[in-house]
């Protein structure tokens, strides 16, 4: 019971619900671990007995973190202070993304009081004015009492004084209602930027790729957007984890995405026959993924671009390209330092900082002090790429932009880092370290699952006002037109596997949902974004009805779109959900050739990872497909009639455009018949995950210059296209 009850006043889970009518409890085992990564000791009962005494006598006036949403009631935190209290509100600094420059806002002091009228700003130096005295009349339902002062939207300190004298001072999330909204009806390409080659890649896709591609979407064919995969940093090595859900940092994009010949000081490389070589070699890797079978070898691609980008490196900025740099590194700060520095440690000592001399494991030692010394110009050289990249990034949205798309590029964020990589190196104190995030066992998977990510520390992030959680967003929503979410679930729980143990053996752990969200919302409405949340799979009661009371679209697939709660039939176009991005398929299932032929069932049985026999899978699948053909059927959006493939594809995405989801995601594989996943979930070496171009029905890689001009393509664009009101020829009335 002590133990339960400590676990809970620290969002550990003892129990959990796989299914409405399923209760599962928590090994005491995995408690006592996921409370050690919490820095709570539990190993005994006299342990547990001490720090939840400890826990249950600290009474603290404020939490760590409060938050206030326009216009909405005070949380409980504020409301309920002591009557006569002084409340204090210091704004952050006038020089941060929100604020106009200029004489930093003066402190914001009230008077807590029943339902006192607000108190004017004190000025600064001056004592803050005395309340006015409340009124008999509390205040209505929904609105902040009389006496509060809304602070502009940020993150601020709130300091407060109660009339006996206790103090407290808490991080003050300022927030906005919801997120910026995507106009209605925005149809795009989803993709993943490596998989697209054009006749100019470096063997993989990249940002001069990605820009082409928004530029014809938003001209040709009308796309509002491009979904594109995490460009988040990867942990270097030979070879590099493929996968762009396990990233080194999720703060700084990837150089290997460079389009080299764009940088501006390319052209000035004196050493041209080497550039001429490499580029070259370029277009082997390039020929041998498109022509001859070979995967995509991200490893020998960034080999080729270091040596470009070394010698693109000693070319003199221009001044005006000098103070650019300048003022990204001053925008950047530390962080972006340490990322430089773990970097170059990584050059000398290896790409795992677990393994490096104990003084360089600590970013603040020492040692790791001359260590940034001695090794300053390959720090200068990384955080140089993280500027060219980022440079390229906000080219590629500005091209979609003046392209007419109405959000632009779309970036993902990964729902964690690589547990040796430059994150968790430099923010050690906000990782629970010893633990992994990963999924219980459900209907889908009896095993669970360990996806190897280390888990921000809830503690952690809420003491420190969400500030590594905040620099994360505010450095991918610059440069996007809105972000994706992977696995926005983790926003109020994870799944914590400790270390050595199977996923079975894990619990949830709680975040601060509400601390959470508000970060989210108020960068997203600063950078002005949109965002949307993948919600697949199990989503806990109320998380999808506070995402979307926050303006978080959230994701539907067209496969799983039943009456679930009803007769488990596919659901109507009118019955699904408006706050959506809706899609038939995205890169961990099918494509939907494959789904429409069995494909996907057979390529399983091939691997071994069927838990029925393939009759039985098969006869399952094509029940399900047949349903769904023969509701696109009954709707008349199928009038080629059975047996077309290309037209039932074509179907699917009529019948997603009927659907009064916000966006409709295509995924550009699809426009040319590709059969293949790009990863097969369950699987690491058996299948080249996160590793194959795109190709067409046939499984021959295609250009982007192909795919643009593919009539297969086209047919299916022309299906999204909003239908234009006939105009009537001169003289004749219209209807």
Request: net charge negative; charged share 20%.
């Amino acid at each position: 019971m002590g133990l339960s009850r400590l676990a809970a006043l620290h969002g550990v889970a003892t129990s959990y619900s796989p299914s409405p009518d399923v209760t599962v409890s928590v090994p005491d085992d995995t408690v006592i671990a996921v409370l050690a990564a919490l820095g709570v000791d539990a190993g005994t009962p006299a342990d547990v007995r001490k720090c939840l005494a400890a826990a249950e006598s600290r009474s603290r006036l404020l939490p760590p973190t409060v938050v206030v949403w326009a216009g909405e009631p005070l949380p409980p935190a504020l409301a309920g202070l002591p009557p006569g209290s002084t409340v204090t509100v210091e704004p952050e600094p006038s020089d941060l993304p929100g604020h106009p420059a200029g004489r930093p806002p003066a402190p914001l002091s009230m008077r807590a009081r029943a339902a006192a009228p607000a108190a004017p700003v004190a000025s600064p130096g001056e004592a803050a004015p005395e309340a006015i005295p409340a009124p008999e009349a509390p205040p209505a339902p929904g609105e902040a009492p009389a006496w509060w002062i809304p602070p502009p939207h940020g993150v601020h300190r709130v300091h407060v004084r109660t009339p006996n004298n206790r103090r407290a001072t808490a991080t003050l999330v300022a927030a906005p209602l919801r997120v910026p909204q995507p106009p209605e009806g925005t149809h795009g390409f989803l993709v993943q930027l490596y998989s697209l080659l054009s006749a100019r890649s470096w063997g993989m896709g990249d940002l001069g790729d990605l820009a082409d591609l928004a530029v014809w979407a938003g001209r040709s064919v009308g796309s509002g957007f491009v979904q594109v995969n995490p460009l988040h940093a990867a942990v270097p090595g030979k070879p590099t984890d493929p996968s762009p859900y396990r990233p080194s940092s999720r703060r700084f994009p990837d150089p290997v995405h460079l389009h080299v010949e764009s940088i501006p000081e390319y052209g000035h490389v004196r050493d041209r026959a080497t550039l001429d070589d490499l580029r070259q070699d370029a277009a082997a890797l390039s020929e041998a993924v498109l022509n001859k079978g070979a995967l995509i070898d991200r490893d020998a691609v960034w080999e080729l671009k270091r040596q470009a980008l070394e010698l693109v490196a000693q070319v003199p900025l221009t001044p005006g390209r000098r103070a650019d740099y300048c003022d990204f590194l001053a925008e950047q700060g530390q962080a972006l330092e340490d990322h430089g520095l773990w970097c170059a440690l990584a050059e000398v000592h290896g790409p795992d900082w677990h393994t490096w001399p104990e003084a360089l494991r600590d970013p603040r030692s020492p040692g790791t002090a001359r260590a940034r010394s001695e090794l300053l110009d390959r720090v200068d050289f990384h955080c140089r790429l993280a500027w060219l990249t980022a440079t390229q990034l906000a080219a590629a949205q500005r091209s979609a932009e003046d392209a007419g798309m109405a959000v632009g590029i779309v970036h993902d964020l990964a729902v964690g880092v690589h547990p040796a990589g430059a994150d968790t190196w430099s923010q050690q104190e906000a990782f629970a370290h010893g633990m992994s995030v990963g999924a219980p066992p459900d209907a889908f998977n009896a095993r669970g699952q360990d996806w190897g990510l280390p888990p921000w520390r809830p503690d952690v992030l809420a003491a420190t006002g969400y500030a590594a959680y905040r620099g994360l967003l505010r450095g991918l929503l610059a440069h996007a037109g809105a972000l994706r979410i992977d696995h926005v679930m983790g926003l109020f729980r994870l799944w914590w596997v400790p270390e050595g143990r199977p996923p079975t053996d894990g619990t949830y752990v709680a975040y601060d949902a509400e601390a959470m969200l508000a970060v989210l919302v108020l960068e997203a409405h600063r950078a002005g974004t949109s965002v949307v949340g993948e919600d697949l799979g199990t989503v806990a009661p109320g998380v999808r009805e506070a995402l979307a009371r926050r303006g978080v679209l959230g994701t539907s697939v067209l496969w799983f779109e039943r009456d679930w709660e009803g007769d488990g039939r596919p659901l109507a176009p009118e019955k699904w959900r408006r706050d959506c991005l809706a899609t038939a398929t995205t890169h961990d299932l099918p494509s939907t050739a494959a789904r429409l032929t069995g494909d996907h069932v057979t390529l399983r049985h091939r691997l071994g990872l069927l838990t029925r026999s393939l009759e039985e899978e098969l006869t399952a699948d094509l029940t399900d497909t047949a349903e769904w053909l023969a509701l696109l059927a009954r709707l008349r959006m199928l009038p080629e009639g059975d047996g077309d493939e290309e037209a039932a594809v074509r179907a699917v995405h009529r019948f997603l455009r009927r659907t009064p989801a916000r966006m409709t995601g295509v995924w550009l594989p699809d426009t040319v018949g590709d059969r293949r996943p790009q990863n097969l979930p369950g699987t690491w070496d058996q299948y080249p995950n996160w590793r194959l171009p795109i190709a067409d029905a046939e499984g021959h890689p295609v250009t982007l210059e192909e795919i643009t001009a593919s009539p297969r393509l086209h047919a299916l664009m022309e299906v999204l296209r909003p239908r234009k009101p006939r105009t009537a020829p001169p003289g004749e009335r219209r209807p």
